[in-house]
């Protein structure tokens, strides 16, 4: 079946970049996403990027698409102690069924 | 973005009890929502896709007699765990797709949590 990884844990200073990476094997999803979910909670849709693009930016966000590797990446720009979560990817299952495929979850600790 | 609930965000009950646990679509229309369980540091899984007016479509592996679905409205899917049992304990969320976006965009409620002693 179609497979998400991602690395289980990263640990960042307040201030610095996190950069967050998954990689996929349905090579026809076409939509790709980012998902937050903070303790007890459900998941907050970060940001998204269709397949046709190799880059969306929003705010402290940066998304990188290398579809020829299928390889997505998160970039949050000045990490802050808020930013502390886990973070999923996920990817649209191609032919039509609607489905999202979620990775194992990166658990992004910020530490002063 | 748009918004989705659940009720009740947490539940304790007793071995053999049903639980039912209700997904609103608050902003939106949803002809399809999802039903994920979330175990304990883990991933999502996909438990059913529920669509409106229709049965739902299990994930294999789902008993679909022991967790009902239904979708009888485009803002309410509900998820009945009947005669739960402890190993039923689990983290729910439920999800809404959004095609008045435009984009192919799904929003998570905040989940429940279901203790069955």
């Known amino acids: 079946g179609e497979d998400v990884e991602q690395s289980l844990f990263l640990s960042v200073r307040e201030g610095d970049s996190s950069v967050i990476n998954c990689t996929y094997t349905d090579s026809s999803s076409t939509y790709l996403y980012w998902y937050k979910q903070e303790p007890g909670a459900g998941l907050q849709l970060l940001t998204y990027i269709f397949s046709n693009m190799d880059m969306k930016q929003d705010q402290r966000l940066t998304v990188l698409l290398n579809k020829k590797d299928k390889h997505l990446s998160l970039r949050i720009a000045d990490t802050q102690t808020g930013d502390s979560a886990i973070y999923f990817c996920?990817?649209?299952?191609?032919?039509?069924?609607?489905?999202?495929?979620f990775g194992a979850g990166t658990r992004l600790a910020v530490h002063p | 973005g748009a918004v989705v609930s659940q009720h009740p965000s947490r539940v304790i009950c007793k071995s053999g009890t049903s639980v039912k646990i209700e997904c609103r679509s608050l902003?939106?229309?949803?002809?399809?929502m999802f039903w994920y369980r979330q175990f304990p540091k883990k991933s999502l899984m996909l438990m059913a896709t529920s669509n409106e007016g229709s049965k739902a479509t299990y994930e294999q592996g789902v008993e679909k007699d022991k967790f009902l679905i239904n979708h009888a409205s485009l803002t309410l899917s509900t998820l009945t765990v009947t005669s739960a049992h402890p190993e039923d304990s689990s983290f729910y969320i439920c999800s809404a797709r959004d095609l008045g976006s435009g984009q192919e965009t799904q929003y998570f409620g905040p989940g429940t949590r279901l203790l069955v002693l």
């Open positions: 996920a990817v649209l299952l191609s032919g039509g069924y609607n489905k999202l495929i």
């Open positions: 902003d939106f229309q949803a002809t399809t």
